[in-house]
């Protein structure tokens, strides 16, 4: 079955970055696009970005462009987001999410555990 396990959060002053990395399994991860999602406390899930199979095409939500990268490496299975100039509305859980083969879903339909990021003086 499709498991999907994210790492790398923590707590992190504002202007800080932090490197998230989601390792896939169960399913084939360089045929689907992948995402990035989000929850804040109190708050519904929110997309962050999103990487075609290839990573020929990336999107980002407009909070995050140019400070985040979507990235991966199909040869590990895995997915990174590089999170730089954090604020303190990045503070969330994080999930990894599998897409479409050919595009995003939503809601997405697999994600993670989550992992917290806390951005905070």
């Known amino acids: 079955q499709v498991q999907l396990v994210e790492s790398g959060g923590g707590l992190v002053q504002p202007g800080g970055s932090l490197r998230l990395s989601c390792v896939a399994s169960?399913?084939?991860?360089?045929?689907?696009?992948m995402s990035w999602v989000r929850q804040a406390p109190g708050k519904g899930l929110e997309w962050v970005a999103s990487?075609?199979?290839?990573?020929?095409?990336?999107q980002y939500a407009d909070s995050v462009k140019g400070r985040f990268t979507i990235s991966r490496d199909n040869a590990k299975n895995t997915l990174y987001l590089q999170m730089n100039n954090l604020k303190s509305e990045d503070t969330a859980v994080y999930y990894c999410a599998k897409d479409a083969r050919y595009g995003r879903t939503w809601p997405p339909s697999n994600r993670g555990q989550g992992t917290q990021v806390t951005v905070s003086s």
């Open positions: 169960g399913f084939t991860f360089s045929s689907y696009y």
């Open positions: 990487s075609s199979s290839l990573s020929s095409a990336t």
